[in-house]
């Protein structure tokens, strides 16, 4: 698991200025609250008073209150209230929490969890035709996946499972001169992608989810890419006129758990009505990812290629864990062993570009394996 990328926190309808949101994310607590303008604030879920949960306070104005003692902290992370002073003194400086970057985008309200100034922030990624002409947006799904998320992200950029697990889909094969070589993966800005062919023919035409038949090729061309350790796009081109793009935005819970938010696009049935149907199409698909997800030995992703025997198709998984040994190298890893070590002995937050410019926190950063 890694700091310094952005991750889904919650989805903009649960945050509100009623009450605050707790969220787990790199093993890690946050809060997450609106103010009286309707900005969006992820925190900390610390209190550096005593180590109470925020996230199990109240929201009091622009600020979130702490249900211990009432220290309310603002969407800086400062705690501007401390009821137990006297009147007129002033909260002691050190009485701060890490604050975020907060971008809300597509219903989704994702929080920068690093220290990184914002030149140097990778990216959270464009979905470029969101509200454009001839595209509809299904609604915002959220679902949790008992699996380690460097699973679940693999399972995305592999091509050839879904022949054996998406009956849903049609049981789509990848094309048979394909076969004999690699994928041709390329390399993007923080992360890669590949497309490859699937011969379609009956299997294809079964797939409950597409809108005219008779626009159906002999091949359907689908591939998926990764930005990040975190973030999946998949494209799936069933015709020259049906198409899915699908983004999945994952956050890591800890190492057993991942929480997938997903915003599936289409070009096809543009009307309202057909929302939920294609809704429940691609939970079942999903649903057939998660059933083999849940039981893979070891849980999480080996340390090493040779406890697992590769092949051409694995291509893209290859170059993903090439990319996340490039994260390590730039000692953004958060060392969970320690984490779990030290459990119920240390708070820890990630820390937040604010630590760069000011000292003297409470909340000790997070540890990191070396670079």
């Known amino acids: ?30 809060v997450a609250f609106r103010d009286t303008a309707g900005n969006a604030h992820v925190l900390a879920d610390t209190c550096i008073h005593r180590g109470a949960s925020l996230g199990k306070g109240k929201v009091k104005g622009d600020c979130v209150e702490c249900p211990y003692h009432g220290w309310q902290y603002d ?27 907060v971008v809300e985008k597509y219903g989704i309200v994702f929080a920068f969890l690093g220290d990184l100034p914002e030149a140097e922030r990778p990216p959270l990624h464009d979905i470029a035709e969101f509200d454009q002409p001839g595209w509809r947006a299904n609604k915002l799904t959220v679902f949790e996946v008992p699996a380690y998320y460097e699973r679940s992200m693999e399972n995305g ?8 697990v998406h009956p849903a889909q049609g049981s789509p094969n990848i094309n048979a001169n394909l076969r004999k070589k690699p994928l041709d993966v390329e390399d993007v800005p923080w992360g890669s992608r590949f497309l490859v062919r699937f011969e379609n023919k009956e299997s294809l035409k079964s797939t409950k989810a597409l809108a005219d038949k008779d626009t159906l090729v002999d091949e359907v061309t689908a591939g998926s890419g990764h930005v990040g350790p975190n973030q999946m796009i998949t494209w799936i081109r069933f015709s020259p006129t049906n198409m899915f793009h699908q983004y999945f935005f994952e956050a890591p819970i800890d ?31 999903a649903q057939e990812d998660i059933n083999i997800l849940a039981e893979l030995d070891p849980v999480q992703t080996p ?16 170059v993903y864990r090439e990319w996340l040994k490039k994260f390590d190298r730039n000692g ?40």
């Open 1 to 30: 698991m890694y700091m310094n990328f952005w991750y889904p926190v919650a989805t903009s309808e649960e945050v509100t200025n009623a009450k605050p949101v707790r969220a787990r994310i790199l093993t890690l607590d946050f």
């Open 75 to 101: 969407g800086s992370g400062h705690c501007t209230t401390i009821p137990s002073l006297a009147a007129g003194e002033k909260p002691p400086s050190r009485a701060k929490v890490d604050s975020y970057p």
């Open 157 to 164: 950029l592999d091509p050839s499972h879904n022949e054996f």
């Open 255 to 285: 190492e057993t758990r991942t929480r997938v938010f997903f915003v599936n696009m289409r070009t096809f049935l543009l009307d309202p009505q057909h929302d939920d149907r294609i809704g429940r199409v691609n939970l079942v698909v």
């Open 303 to 318: 340390d090493t290629t040779i406890k697992e025997v590769l092949v051409p198709s694995d291509k893209a998984v290859v």
């Open 332 to 371: 953004w890893r958060i060392d969970t062993d320690t984490l779990k070590a030290r459990k119920g002995k240390v708070a820890y937050a990630i820390p937040c570009p604010d630590r760069r410019t000011s000292g003297n926190w409470v909340l000790d950063a997070v540890p990191l394996q070396p670079a």
